[in-house]
């Protein structure tokens, strides 16, 4: 959608979404960025260049904000 809160909103539960049917972040993630079947399909991250570095880089912003909150 071109409405920016409908977009996080559609993102965020697209996320929770893949949270609860693999129930791993790092596997959502991968999800959210190659698809649930690729995922399924390698059972795990997938070989692909862009996906590994989406969850390194959402899981380094993870760690950080977590850090931050200690």
Same mark, same amino acid.
């Given at each position: 959608p071109r409405d920016p809160l409908q977009n996080l909103d559609g993102s965020a539960r697209y996320l929770a979404m893949m949270? $609860? %049917?693999f129930g791993d972040p790092r596997l959502a993630l991968a999800?959210?960025?190659?698809?649930?079947?690729?995922?399924?399909?390698?059972?795990?991250?997938?070989?692909?260049? $862009? %996906?590994?570095n989406h969850v390194a880089r959402v899981m380094a912003v993870v760690a950080r904000l977590e850090g931050s909150n200690s």
């Open positions: 949270l $609860e %049917t999800a959210y960025n190659a698809g649930p079947d690729v995922v399924r399909q390698y059972g795990g991250i997938p070989p692909y260049r $862009e %996906t590994q």
